[in-house]
């Protein structure tokens, strides 16, 4: 397996700009999650899904912030305008629940530096 | 509500010493616990996970983690740290429930170690 896609690995913008980030997870996972990693803040749960449907969505910071899942196999992250505290590294993780562990695993992250 | 507490930002080795890196819980269901892995840029990577089969838990490279629900207690250790042990850990707990398929996390801890 291909394990969780996303893109682009880096991306460097401009105050006010949109940004979109994008994931392909696990085939056959019906959990998707999106993660934001500061130095400080930790890592924090912004939004996750279930079946395409967002299931709790309390982690975004602000109305900037939109991620949508059209389909199984690919979902967005959205921010516009951005800001430069919007500077992360954003993950994305997926997960089966048939196996009932809840474990989820992660894309290798979008570092995004908003300028 | 669950949470976990990670005792130590930071714990620094020498190579070929014991580690332990120490994880309490909070949970009002059994839980599922997990230890994940962060090398430098890069994604959280499964180092184990216990889901009640038995409370020592054996994990990738060496680590181990033992569940002791009297101390609410799943702190990780391996016997004798390598270099490459050299990494961000997370402990995470799932939240169960109406919250399934969702993973509280710690806020990590930087293991070190030195020659």
């Known amino acids: 397996d291909a394990g969780v896609i996303q893109s682009p690995r880096h991306e460097v913008t401009e105050m006010g700009q949109e940004v979109t980030l994008r994931c392909k997870p696990i085939s056959g996972h019906d959990y998707l999650f999106w993660y934001r990693q500061t130095m400080m803040r930790g890592l924090e749960l912004l939004i996750y899904?279930?079946?395409?449907?967002?299931?709790?969505d309390s982690g975004m910071p602000e109305d900037r912030f939109s991620a949508k899942m059209p389909n199984a196999s690919f979902s967005t992250l959205k921010i516009q305008p951005s800001e430069p505290r919007d500077s992360a590294v954003y993950f994305c993780a997926s997960s089966f629940s048939g196996v009932n562990t809840d474990t989820q695993y992660f894309g290798p992250g979008t570092r995004l530096t908003v300028l | 509500a669950q949470s976990v507490t990670q005792l130590g930002s930071h714990v620094s080795v020498s190579e070929g010493a014991l580690v332990l890196l120490r994880c309490n819980y909070s949970s009002s269901v059994p839980p599922y616990l997990f230890w994940y892995v962060q090398y430098p840029n890069q994604g959280l990577q499964l180092l184990l996970k216990y889901t009640s089969a038995a409370t020592l838990v054996k994990g990738i490279n060496g680590f181990e983690a033992e569940f002791k629900k009297s101390e609410t207690s799943f702190h990780l250790t391996k016997p004798s740290a390598h270099m490459s042990d050299a990494a961000e850990y997370f402990c995470?707990?799932?939240?169960?429930?109406?919250?399934?398929?969702?993973?509280?996390f710690g806020q990590g801890t930087i293991l070190t170690v030195h020659p």
């Open positions: 995470a707990v799932s939240a169960g429930g109406t919250s399934y398929g969702k993973l509280t």
């Open positions: 899904f279930n079946n395409n449907v967002p299931i709790d």
